[in-house]
């Protein structure tokens, strides 16, 4: 075995993985790009207009907290979209955004009884009336604190 035989696998293996991240990323653009290109018209307020009236401002900090997921940085997007699936996220990067978006809203932490009830969350929509649920109210804060 030649000395330098391990150093030389181990950055050919870095080298393709570095390909193959710079052509996921470029990918990526290009769908979102594409994806821009087929919604003219669409905007952060046609988003948040969609909603009903009382998750507007959820879905303002979620449309806001996902933008900066994308590699253009505005990708218009619509209720019904797939959220992982449209900004091609890993399911950490979707925990991590929407946990900073239940933060804002001063959101409890989901039950058990929560992930069953709202297990099939996929679109925009599905997870802004999730963290619409678990938004703790003056009034379960008032019970908390008395019980």
Not at 83 to 101: H, I, N, P
Not at 120 to 145: G, N, P
Request: charged content about 30%; some cysteine; overall charge positive.
């Amino acid at each position: 075995m030649h000395p330098l035989e391990p150093y030389f696998v181990v950055i050919t293996v870095v080298l393709v993985l570095l390909i193959i991240l710079l052509s996921a990323r470029r990918v990526s653009r290009k769908c979102e790009a594409k994806l821009a290109a087929s919604r003219p018209s669409e905007s952060v307020e046609s988003f948040v207009e969609s909603f009903r009236p009382e998750v507007q401002p959820i879905a303002r900090a979620m449309y806001a907290e996902f933008q900066q997921y994308t590699s253009i940085g505005k990708v218009p997007l619509r209720k019904s979209d797939p959220a992982a699936q449209t900004l091609s996220m890993g399911k950490e990067d979707l925990e991590d955004a929407l946990l900073r978006v239940a933060k804002q809203f001063g959101c409890r932490k989901p039950t058990k009884e929560d992930e069953v009830k709202f297990r099939a969350r996929e679109t925009f929509e599905d997870y802004v009336e999730f963290i619409h649920h678990l938004i703790v109210t003056k009034q379960q804060a008032e019970h908390s604190r008395v019980g």
